[in-house]
């Protein structure tokens, strides 16, 4: 497998062309980028709200401007405009500089993200790809990158003071070390299959068969992964707002917020365009489209639709998820990392690993069809494996139980199936009623406020 991986001085693995670029074209590149990345923010939050509020049977913004699109420069407004507070007690240098370290940490992924092929510049003679740039380890550039985004957090919560934010930073320290394990070895397996780590040579090893289908567990642990590492629902818990009020962004307000809410939306739009890359054949267009007019629609600037419209699906699966799932609590949360994600992608690791071996020194050349079988054959494994049982019926409830409260020398509470005993005074009327010859009606009052009597002592 060892030699299957580009060595680091190794330029072989990268499949994009950019002899034709010079510092203009990189600069050009590079602008792009990043106000596509700011615009796509812009449309991320009002595609939220109008999703969301569809999956909750309500309007959503459509007041200010069609469709509601100015309420978005309102939203930018109230936050450049709200008073800027800061804690007294803070520390102040790294107060201030978390929240542009998040923002500057998730602005660097695209920048190896082939977001098109081979295209022709307009009005020149000049080719070069839809990529600022790329290198054999290119993915690995965007695992270092994205554990550094964290530090933000981290700092943000530790620089405030603040209990709330401390244990906002202390959680999104566990959370990553959790789900970045996860999604590091689910990229392992595109890794072994590909024999490259350079994201366009990855994207050109899914001419024939995107890794989606042939790595099918790989995509569902990425998925599952990418939504921990993002903080989002179900798994804000870095930011819970029952337990932890906002979290890390507690002692935030006006635009060093709006950094973090900026940073968050950024990593969702990063973590959609790696899996859109490594799992979804990156720009090129799904089956059948890819075959008409021999590949046409694999090339030139058609290339970015496909690559635009694979990436938005991935957050509509964000926002789906969000308005359909409660959040988890923290030890449901861990558990599912540690106990349920990891040891299944450990095991597919190891299993792939075996078959690529068998094909590499028995030459006989199965992957092919061996494993998009065997990955489909693993995940019906864990939805069985996983499916909940439902529960047997619960017996009906028998008599309940008396109880001494003050067995222990201190009174305690009934538990389900069990009463208290009735008082002395309700004992003394059911006694006399009993004992002594009474009206029939006589008898009935006194039974009745026996029971509305015991009824409000178990109360």
Same mark, same amino acid.
Request: include cysteine.
């Given at each position: 497998?060892?030699?299957?991986?580009?060595?680091?001085?190794?330029?072989?693995?990268?499949?994009?062309?950019?002899?034709?670029?010079? &510092?203009?074209?990189?600069?050009?590149?590079?602008?792009?980028?990043?106000?596509?990345?700011?615009?796509?923010?812009?449309?991320?939050?009002?595609?939220?709200?109008?999703?969301?509020?569809?999956?909750?049977?309500?309007?959503?913004?459509?007041?200010?401007?069609?469709?509601?699109?100015?309420?978005?420069?309102?939203?930018?407004?109230?936050?450049?405009?709200?008073?800027?507070?800061?804690?007294?007690?803070?520390?102040?240098?790294?107060?201030?500089?978390?929240?542009?370290?998040?923002?500057?940490a998730?602005?660097?992924?695209?920048?190896?993200?082939?977001?098109g092929?081979?295209?022709?510049?307009?009005?020149?003679?000049?080719?070069?790809?839809?990529?600022?740039?790329?290198?054999?380890?290119?993915?690995?550039?965007?695992?270092?990158?994205?554990?550094?985004?964290?530090?933000?957090?981290?700092?943000?919560?530790?620089?405030?003071?603040?209990?709330?934010?401390?244990?906002?930073?202390?959680?999104?320290?566990?959370? %990553?070390?959790?789900?970045?394990?996860?999604?590091?070895?689910?990229?392992?397996?595109?890794? %072994?299959?590909?024999?490259?780590?350079?994201?366009?040579?990855?994207?050109?090893?899914?001419?024939?068969?995107?890794?989606?289908?042939?790595?099918?567990?790989?995509?569902?642990?990425?998925?599952?992964?990418?939504? &921990?590492?993002?903080?989002?629902?179900?798994?804000?818990?870095?930011?819970?707002?029952?337990?932890?009020?906002?979290?890390?962004?507690?002692?935030?307000?006006?635009?060093?917020?709006?950094?973090?809410?900026?940073?968050?939306?950024?990593?969702m739009?990063?973590?959609?365009?790696?899996?859109?890359?490594?799992?979804?054949?990156?720009?090129?267009?799904?089956?059948?489209l890819?075959l008409?007019?021999?590949?046409?629609?694999?090339?030139?600037?058609?290339?970015?639709?496909?690559?635009?419209?694979?990436?938005?699906?991935?957050?509509?699966?964000?926002?789906?998820?969000?308005?359909?799932?409660?959040?988890?609590?923290?030890?449901?949360?861990?558990r599912?990392?540690?106990?349920?994600?990891?040891?299944?992608?450990?095991?597919?690791?190891?299993?792939?690993?075996?078959?690529?071996?068998?094909d590499?020194?028995?030459?006989?050349?199965?992957?092919?069809?061996?494993?998009?079988?065997?990955?489909?054959?693993?995940?019906?494994?864990? %939805?069985?494996?996983?499916?909940?049982?439902?529960?047997?019926?619960?017996e009906p409830?028998?008599?309940?139980?008396?109880?001494?409260?003050?067995?222990?020398?201190?009174?305690?509470?009934?538990?389900?199936?069990?009463?208290?005993?009735?008082?002395?005074?309700?004992?003394?009327?059911?006694?006399?009623?009993?004992?002594?010859?009474?009206?029939?009606?006589?008898?009935?009052?006194?039974?009745?406020?026996?029971?509305?009597?015991?009824k409000?002592?178990?109360?």
């Amino acid at each position: 497998m060892i030699a299957l991986l580009p060595m680091a001085g190794d330029n072989s693995g990268v499949v994009a062309d950019f002899s034709q670029d010079n &510092g203009w074209i990189v600069a050009v590149k590079a602008v792009l980028i990043l106000v596509c990345a700011l615009v796509s923010v812009i449309i991320a939050i009002w595609f939220e709200r109008k999703v969301i509020a569809r999956l909750q049977q309500r309007i959503g913004p459509n007041v200010r401007g069609p469709l509601g699109l100015f309420q978005l420069v309102y939203d930018a407004m109230k936050l450049f405009l709200k008073e800027d507070m800061n804690v007294s007690r803070a520390d102040k240098l790294t107060y201030i500089v978390a929240p542009g370290l998040s923002v500057a940490a998730s602005l660097m992924v695209f920048a190896v993200i082939p977001i098109g092929g081979q295209v022709k510049i307009p009005w020149t003679d000049i080719s070069t790809p839809l990529q600022l740039t790329d290198f054999p380890v290119a993915v690995l550039y965007i695992l270092a990158v994205t554990a550094v985004g964290v530090y933000g957090i981290v700092l943000g919560g530790w620089s405030s003071r603040a209990t709330y934010s401390l244990l906002g930073s202390v959680r999104s320290t566990a959370q %990553i070390i959790s789900y970045e394990l996860v999604m590091g070895m689910s990229l392992v397996t595109v890794f %072994i299959m590909s024999g490259s780590m350079s994201t366009s040579a990855i994207v050109g090893a899914q001419s024939q068969l995107w890794y989606g289908v042939m790595l099918a567990p790989s995509l569902f642990l990425y998925i599952i992964a990418m939504i &921990g590492e993002t903080n989002r629902l179900p798994f804000d818990l870095p930011e819970a707002e029952g337990e932890l009020v906002a979290g890390y962004m507690t002692e935030y307000s006006s635009m060093k917020f709006a950094w973090f809410f900026l940073a968050e939306y950024i990593n969702m739009l990063n973590v959609s365009a790696v899996c859109t890359t490594l799992f979804l054949g990156g720009w090129r267009a799904p089956w059948p489209l890819s075959l008409i007019g021999d590949g046409m629609l694999n090339t030139g600037y058609w290339t970015i639709l496909w690559f635009l419209a694979k990436t938005w699906l991935l957050m509509f699966v964000f926002v789906w998820v969000r308005g359909t799932v409660v959040r988890f609590r923290y030890d449901q949360f861990m558990r599912l990392g540690w106990k349920g994600l990891l040891p299944v992608a450990l095991a597919w690791i190891v299993i792939l690993t075996c078959l690529r071996a068998v094909d590499e020194f028995t030459n006989y050349h199965f992957n092919a069809w061996a494993v998009p079988i065997l990955s489909w054959a693993v995940v019906l494994f864990i %939805i069985i494996w996983y499916w909940p049982v439902p529960e047997p019926p619960a017996e009906p409830p028998g008599e309940p139980v008396e109880i001494d409260p003050f067995a222990d020398g201190f009174p305690v509470p009934p538990l389900p199936g069990q009463v208290l005993p009735r008082s002395p005074r309700a004992q003394a009327a059911l006694a006399a009623a009993v004992t002594e010859e009474l009206d029939p009606v006589e008898v009935e009052r006194v039974l009745s406020d026996l029971k509305v009597e015991v009824k409000e002592e178990e109360q």
